[in-house]
């Protein structure tokens, strides 16, 4: 049963949300599902921006065939390849056989990649700057290289003022029937996943993401229509800023996370301890995360949204605890920067994880790495408790001094 939602006089939301996704890219997990948004416009040509996932690719046909009303489906706008806005490609060739695919070069080239019919045929190859009339609407494309893709483009609407975003600006979690963000409490509520999404997907490409953010500064923009989530057209500047600071690698807020990994709780307590030191030194907003138990993506979205990083690991066969070093890991292969660090290691025998650790956050640009740390033997004990408060003390100072 078709369930198209109007967004302007001429064009709906012909999406759909997978509540039973666990993992996006088979990787991070989506307790709150997804969703996969598309575009239809009924002008003089009709235009259909982006598709969806296979897994719901049921329900874009339906709202397409409700309200196309035998309409031909004249332009399939491409602004990413990805399977889950592509997948089901195929499918709307045997519908619309006559369908026009509008991308860029390397657009086309991915298609072929992905699919086995003459894509040639039918492309309509567009370049920085290039447009498409359809009637009323006149359609800009402009490229946005690594955002997340190679491929990636955006596309406005002169007519409506609407910025068909791509990925830019997509957050996790399905459409529960309210598709506008200020019809739901989005920083309550979706600014965490939309910011796990920017630290897990597009994080690794701040500098393409400003790029992207300075030539849409020049559109006015009253519709913002990402592929995943809900559509903006109330206060968007707000979220630009957001997209800003996450580009930039600026920190969101001045706050503190630890990370830790214990295996008998040792590692765990001293943690415990330092977060109690930092709150009597007056700092608030301290998030704290076993890794054994928090998948590495709320590491990273927390790293995105932290000033200051705490890592505090056991030695395990004379190496970083496995779930530690996967954090940090993640967290230099998706760029992090900008931050202050402190380490914090354990051993029984032979500590070795705060020297590897080290080493790791070496890699990652414009980090202030403090020379106050600890190592323990099994547990802290009370002779320790002095470096423990150094320790919390240089953190507090650091943070405190900035606000």
């Known amino acids: ?24 890219e088979n990787a991070i997990p989506t307790p709150g599902g997804m969703s996969y948004n598309a575009y239809l416009v009924l002008d003089e040509k009709t235009v259909l921006l982006d598709a ?9 046909l339906e709202n397409l065939a409700y309200l196309l009303a035998g309409r031909p489906l004249d332009y399939l706008v491409v602004n990413h390849v990805e399977p889950d806005h592509c997948n089901d490609l195929d499918d709307l060739l045997l519908r619309y056989p ?25 492309a309509v190859v567009v370049a920085e700057g290039d447009s498409l009339c359809t009637g009323r609407h006149i359609f800009h494309f402009y490229m946005a290289p690594m955002v997340h893709w190679p491929e990636v483009m955006v596309t406005y609407d002169e007519a409506d003022k609407v910025l068909y975003s791509a990925d830019a600006f997509g957050t996790f979690g399905a459409i529960n029937g309210n598709l506008f963000a200020d019809e739901v409490d989005f920083e309550a509520e979706w600014l965490p996943e939309a910011r796990r999404y920017y630290g897990n997907i ?12 300075k030539k849409a500064a020049g559109l006015e923009i009253a519709l913002l229509c990402p592929l995943h989530g809900p559509v903006w057209r109330e206060n968007i500047s707000w979220y630009v800023e957001k997209y800003k600071l996450w580009g930039a690698y600026t920190p969101e807020e ?12 040792g ?3 001293a943690a415990d301890i330092l977060a109690a030191k930092l709150a009597a030194r007056g700092v608030r907003r301290i998030a704290m995360y076993d890794v054994s138990h928090t998948h590495p993506a709320t590491i990273v979205s927390e790293a995105f949204r932290c000033s200051h990083l705490v890592f505090a690991s ?37 500590p070795a994880a705060g020297k590897l650790m080290r080493e790791i956050i070496a890699g990652m640009k414009n980090i202030t790495l403090l020379d106050e740390t600890l190592s323990i033997r099994s547990t802290l004990k009370a002779a320790q408790l002095p470096a423990l408060d150094a320790l919390a003390e240089a953190l507090a100072a650091s943070l405190l001094a900035a606000e």
């Not at 001429?10 to 999406?15: I, L, P, Q, R, Y």
């Open 98 to 122: 006559d369908m026009r695919i509008v991308g860029n070069a390397k657009t086309v080239a991915m298609i072929a990649q992905f699919f086995d019919f003459n894509v040639n045929e039918r």
């Open 314 to 350: 056991s030695t395990y066969n004379m190496g970083i605890f496995g779930t530690m070093e996967t954090a940090l890991l993640d967290l230099k292969a998706h760029n992090l920067q900008n931050r202050t660090v402190a380490i914090l290691e354990s051993g029984s025998w032979a």
């Open 254 to 265: 001045r706050a503190v996370m630890i990370a830790y990994a214990s295996i008998y709780g």
């Open 1 to 24: 049963m078709h369930n198209p939602i109007r967004i302007t006089s001429d064009m709906h939301w012909v999406g759909a949300s997978d509540r039973r996704l666990t993992l996006f």
């Open 52 to 60: 969806v996932d296979r897994t719901v690719r049921g329900r874009l």
């Open 202 to 213: 597009v994080g690794k490409y701040g500098p393409q993401t400003l790029a992207l953010l």
């Open 267 to 269: 590692t765990e307590n």
